[in-house]
């Protein structure tokens, strides 16, 4: 079937405003990761998402960005009030549950903040 | 804190020129340790897991060891194609995220 799924593919936006990141997860897996890698950096662990249980949000860097998943499959990263900082690939992957963990990865949306 | 370090940052290589790529690791208790390519512009595509000190695994032209400590890439007789961002990463058992090294860019010059 289809790989994870990520729009859009890269967004401009201006300081201060909100942005919507969607993931579309391998059809059946329960997991949902949110990564973000800066230029040169290794991935940032932001919010993982499993099956109905309470997401683990402890990877988020502030109270500005938030996420949720619906009906157990798509998810949308939303930040708020957007910084310059905030500019990076966002990455979303899927796994399922019971396969070691292993990770598939969308291509990301490429976030600048202008 | 858990910690990866990856080792060199970047890699030129011949082609046919074989070498190794360094991941290492502090965590209390590895549940994983994964080890992911990826190219300019795409998300990363998983390579191989290795769970225990000893344990190697194999595909095409690399190969992935463990030990308690670190974990070695090792690429035999590269080709250009395999130019790429290897990127390492470990799970504990208590945690739900991976924890990635910066990555190794390789470059491999035909």
């Known amino acids: 079937g289809a790989g994870v799924s990520q729009s859009p593919s890269n967004k401009v936006t201006e300081k201060g405003k909100d942005v919507e990141l969607r993931c579309d997860p391998i059809?059946?897996?329960?997991?949902l990761y949110w990564y973000r890698q800066s230029l040169g950096q290794g991935l940032e662990f932001l919010i993982y998402f499993q099956g109905n249980s309470a997401p683990d949000k402890s990877g988020l860097p502030s109270d500005r960005f938030s996420a949720e998943r619906t009906g157990g499959s798509v998810s949308t990263l939303t930040i708020q009030r957007t910084q310059q900082e905030d500019s990076a690939v966002y990455l979303c992957a899927s796994s399922l549950l019971g396969s070691q963990n292993i990770q598939y990865f969308g291509a990301g949306t490429r976030l600048s903040v202008l | 804190e858990d910690q990866v370090t990856q080792s060199p940052e970047a890699l030129r290589l011949q082609e046919g020129e074989s070498s190794s790529l360094n991941c290492s690791y502090t965590?209390?208790?590895?549940?994983?340790l994964f080890w992911y390519r990826q190219d300019p512009g795409k998300g990363p595509e998983f390579l191989f897991t290795?769970?225990?000190a000893g344990e190697e695994k194999e595909k095409e032209r690399l190969k992935a060891t463990l030990t308690k400590k670190e974990s070695f890439l090792h690429i035999t007789a590269p080709k250009p194609e395999d130019s790429a961002t290897y990127l390492c990463?470990?799970?504990?058992?208590?945690?739900?995220?991976?924890?990635f090294g910066a990555g190794t860019r390789l470059t491999v010059k035909p």
């Open positions: 990463a470990v799970q504990a058992p208590n945690n739900n995220d991976m924890r």
């Open positions: 290795l769970y225990s």
């Open positions: 059809s059946g897996h329960t997991a």
């Open positions: 965590v209390s208790g590895l549940r994983g």
